[in-house]
């Protein structure tokens, strides 16, 4: 009707069809915006799941750190309830097992078949030889597990996750047969110890507390995987 009583047809339907494109760019445009829209509330909804997560993850640390914390209150007590000559004769048999086991805390340096970065990581770790262990510490006065292979590796420009588990997720892993020094090694399973493998089939690891890093053989405790950083 518009348009037989338009008085210039021709100009009314320029004009509808300009109304028909911006239409048109209306209608893409809010196609485009709703497609937006979605993919923002997926993203909101991945990022609530990951925060959940972390929160559990923290929850479940915080436990296991409590838990850890009174096992070593406990440790100390007992340990400091005994006599002068009871610890004299404990510390006697913790060094006659460590002799027959090949263990050593004894200052040292390195001089196995490393090269590169892994023999710049292992002789920072030799020089922590004798240096006490303390869960959860990083250095430079004592470390963890995992506290002195990641400062050994930093001192040779690679920087490692802080925890056992960290570690062994990052790293690539490598056959017990094909473990060359410098190597990370894991015993028992992926989350509990580590230490970093020296060549002739031992290694260097901070034990647990009470006792100081040392050199082991590798079987003293129970083989699980190595990774190469």
Avoid at 61 to 72: G, R
């Amino acid at each position: 009707m518009q348009l037989f009583l338009a008085g210039d047809p021709d100009d009314f339907l320029e004009k509808a069809e300009v109304v028909s494109r911006t239409s048109d760019r209306q209608a893409d445009a809010l196609r485009a915006l709703q497609s937006k829209q979605r993919e923002l509330a997926q993203e909101r909804a991945g990022a609530a799941q990951r925060l959940e997560a972390l929160q559990e993850a923290r929850t479940k640390a915080k436990e296991k750190k409590d838990e850890v914390q009174a096992k070593l209150t406990k440790a100390r007590k007992l340990l400091n309830s005994l006599t002068a000559a009871q610890r004299a004769r404990m510390e006697a048999a913790q060094e006659r097992d460590d002799a027959a086991a090949g263990v050593s805390d004894s200052a040292a340096d390195y001089n196995g078949p490393a090269s590169g970065r892994a023999k710049s990581a292992l002789d920072f770790a030799y020089a922590q030889l004798g240096k006490p262990y303390e869960w959860g510490s990083t250095g430079p006065n004592s470390y963890d597990c995992s506290g002195l292979v990641g400062a050994s590796w930093r001192t040779a420009g690679v920087s490692l996750p802080r925890t056992v588990k960290e570690m062994y997720d990052a790293g690539r892993k490598v056959s017990r047969s094909d473990m060359q020094p410098g190597d990370i090694i894991y015993w028992y399973n992926d989350t509990q110890h580590n230490g970093m493998y020296v060549g002739d089939g031992k290694a260097i690891h901070a034990p647990r507390t009470g006792k100081n890093i040392e050199i082991v053989p590798v079987d003293s405790m129970p083989f699980f995987a190595a990774s190469r950083p």
